[in-house]
């Protein structure tokens, strides 16, 4: 069926390129007639996203720094503004210092695992309160995360502390939001060629192993990823919430490998 969020409006946090799942989201959302808003950090992303929203015909962008509490008020001010009311919100946002994406975590520094649960983890919860001011009908707050958060994967290190934190997180939320009609969940897509999974030290390796060993073949698509937050977003999400939603081609269902890959 076309037009699923047709008269839905959301902000989409966390493009920074045309391979970004974030992006995945936000076409998939803008084909099915969601009206999009864009948020950004600095100047050099902010070119990068601009013809991106602007294919999607969103002129909405807005420079965001999600550590900044005034920067963070500006931007809900600023969908207030233009909108009154909002239906959904992906935050796909993470950052660790790619130099602890390698080797043991074990030797996860302070500041880092600090730096990464704020902005993995804690920007979600903060966001997701201010945006749920902005739905008094209801609406959907989604996340990313990955299967690292519940099974060692090498070099994830401090992103896998933080994307179990995110989870975590997620089902509070969604405790706390349901009264008011609020779903929240994740989606777990598998590894994916994109310029945060890239900063992971054996990315290109993990990218070959879960499509040779996942039942499907198949590491997970930005259209699959982004028709499954279609789903969450719309009308036939309605019950769905406090949910990981795995679009990982079935690899997390596996004990072990492939005969083949043994």
């Given amino acids: 069926m076309p037009d699923l969020l047709k008269g839905k409006r959301g902000l989409i946090m966390g493009v920074a ?21 864009f948020s950004y950090q600095g100047a050099a992303f902010g070119k990068r996203v601009e013809p991106l929203a602007a294919s999607v ?16 008020a500006a931007c809900f001010e600023a969908l207030k503004a233009r909108w009154g009311t909002m239906d959904f919100l992906v935050h796909a946002i993470a950052f660790s210092d790619k130099n602890e994406l390698t080797g043991r975590f074990i030797n996860t520094s302070r500041g880092n695992f600090t730096n990464s649960l ?24 989604i996340t990313l995360t990955f299967q690292g958060s519940n099974r060692v994967t090498p070099n994830y290190n401090v992103m896998g502390v933080a994307k179990a934190a995110l989870e975590s997180a997620t089902r509070y939320l969604a405790n706390d939001l349901g009264p008011q009609g609020i ?19 054996g990315a290109r390796a993990t990218f070959r192993h879960t499509e040779a060993n996942a039942p499907l073949r198949a590491n997970a698509t930005l259209e699959a990823i982004g028709a499954t937050a279609v789903y969450l977003a719309s009308d036939g999400g309605a019950c769905t919430t406090g949910e990981i939603i795995r679009v990982d081609g079935g690899f997390h269902v596996l004990g072990m490998p492939q005969p083949e890959g043994l």
């Fill in 118 to 141: 704020a902005i993995s983890c804690f920007s979600f919860i903060d966001v997701s309160k201010r945006a749920s001011e902005m739905m008094p009908e209801g609406g959907t707050l």
């Fill in 183 to 201: 779903r929240v969940n994740a989606i777990s897509p598998g590894p994916m060629k994109t310029l945060a999974g890239a900063a992971i030290g």
């Fill in 57 to 72: 015909g969103s002129d909405f962008l807005v420079d965001v720094d999600v550590t900044n509490d005034e920067s963070l």
């Fill in 17 to 37: 390129n045309e391979r970004s799942i974030a992006w995945g989201i936000a076409k998939a959302m803008a084909d099915e007639g969601a009206e999009l808003a």
